[in-house]
């Protein structure tokens, strides 16, 4: 856990032209979920920013290739508690929890949404959470957008913890997710390997950017809906993600010109009674961390995904 007395520093290279102030709340949002611009220029005027060991002014442009350094003070944690809230769990044991989570639902506490959470609702039913990710995201291994629907797996303990944020750095666990998109996909499958990274103007979007860390999305087409005009046309497919970066899915099937049923950020049309984009994480693989046996769950898509789904059928 960061010591909220002693400053953390922080690295980041820039891989393209941009303001500093901007680039750093972009950098440090990445970090603590919500970083603003306004806090990144009280950083910078107050000395705790250095480009290429120099200090300089909000405005400055950092280039390509140079070397950001910012100390921060971790903030500290918002005040939260368990809430008896219910949770599908899918299966439960003294090393795991896996959670079917449905749209709609926030995984843990952040800015905006510090009551009525996933990690809320398993503080109360579980007791205790792994500890590694700090107290504002006990037990949470990986996570899934707020208005995705689906599978993920919570530790209890903090050698689970570390066991399974292992498997899903090497890529070993298995993430398996269906997703409707607007408009007609030709190719029966495909692999789109497009890093991402923070949108360089929209702090809550990602992009596809030369800068960003890479991600590889895997797809396979279900079904195609040609409908005879472009509101009637869509596709249903199976994404399997090799890498897990912040809004993947959505970012890769946008830049292919097919955004998510639902998912108005990146250019979909919205879908009620979806609360958001067509997505749903249906499967979720992993090795045991006791007993190393390798485990895999499933679970359908929503009703509102699928009232979503027969609009096209």
């Known amino acids: 856990m960061r010591n909220p007395e002693k400053p953390d520093v922080f690295q980041f290279k820039a891989g393209e032209a941009a303001r500093l102030d901007l680039f750093l709340s972009a950098e440090l949002a990445e970090v603590f979920g ?7 220029q009280k950083l910078i005027e107050g000395g705790a920013v250095l480009v290429s060991g120099k200090a300089r002014r909000p405005g400055f442009r950092v280039s390509p290739g140079e070397i950001i350094e910012a100390a921060v003070s971790a ?8 809430e008896d809230i219910p949770v599908d769990a899918v299966f439960e044991d003294e090393y795991v929890i896996v959670v079917n989570k449905p749209a709609g639902m926030v995984v843990h506490p952040a800015a905006g949404h510090f009551s009525g959470t996933l990690v809320n609702a398993l503080l109360y039913r579980a007791g205790g959470l792994s500890g590694v990710g700090g107290p504002v995201r006990a037990g949470i291994v990986h996570r899934i957008d707020k ?5 993920l797996v919570v530790a209890k303990t903090d050698a689970a913890h570390i066991n399974l944020a292992r498997q899903f750095f090497d890529h070993s666990a298995t993430r398996v997710y269906t997703a409707l998109a607007h408009g007609v996909i030709k190719a029966d499958s495909g692999v789109v390997d497009k890093p991402i990274g923070r949108h360089p103007k929209e702090r809550k979007k990602m992009a596809q950017i030369p800068s960003g860390r890479r991600a590889v999305t895997r797809f396979t087409v279900l079904r195609r809906f040609a409908g005879n005009t472009p509101a009637r046309r869509a596709t249903l497919l199976e994404a399997r993600l090799e890498t897990g970066r912040t809004h ?11 955004p998510l049923v639902g998912d108005e950020l990146y250019g979909g049309r919205p879908a009620p009674p979806l609360p958001g984009q067509a997505l749903h994480a249906g499967v979720l693989g992993f090795a045991h961390p006791g007993s190393g046996e390798y485990m895999e769950f499933s679970a359908a898509p929503p009703a509102g995904f699928i009232e979503a789904l027969e609009r096209y059928g």
Do not use: K, N
Request: zero cysteines.
């Open 248 to 258: 993947q899915i959505r970012v890769h099937l946008s830049g292919l010109g097919f």
């Open 34 to 40: 919500e970083f603003s611009r306004s806090a990144a």
């Open 75 to 82: 903030p500290a944690p918002p005040a939260f508690s368990p």
């Open 147 to 151: 208005d995705t629907s689906g599978l």
